[in-house]
């Protein structure tokens, strides 16, 4: 019983645990990837509006957007 007590086994136990958890999260974020998420295939347009909200140039990016949409082939 010595054993049970003893500070390696405590921290054994502790790294084991914390293996477990980190393997079941990296098993449960695989698990979530699919393509539920459809970005509409303007993922870029999405980034530099966060970053224009972050900045506070939404007119910025207003102005930049339109002239993509303008001269879009569609």
């Known amino acids: ?34 393509d539920a998420h459809n970005w509409g295939g303007d993922f870029a347009s999405y980034l530099q509006q966060g970053v224009s909200i972050s900045q506070n140039s939404i ?3 207003m102005a930049e957007n339109r002239i993509v949409i303008q001269d879009s082939s569609i």
């Open 1 to 34: 019983m010595i054993f049970l007590n003893s500070n390696f086994f405590r921290k054994s136990v502790c790294v084991l645990i914390y293996f477990f958890c980190f393997i079941g999260f990296v098993l449960w974020c695989l698990q979530n990837i699919n």
């Open 59 to 61: 007119d910025h990016f």
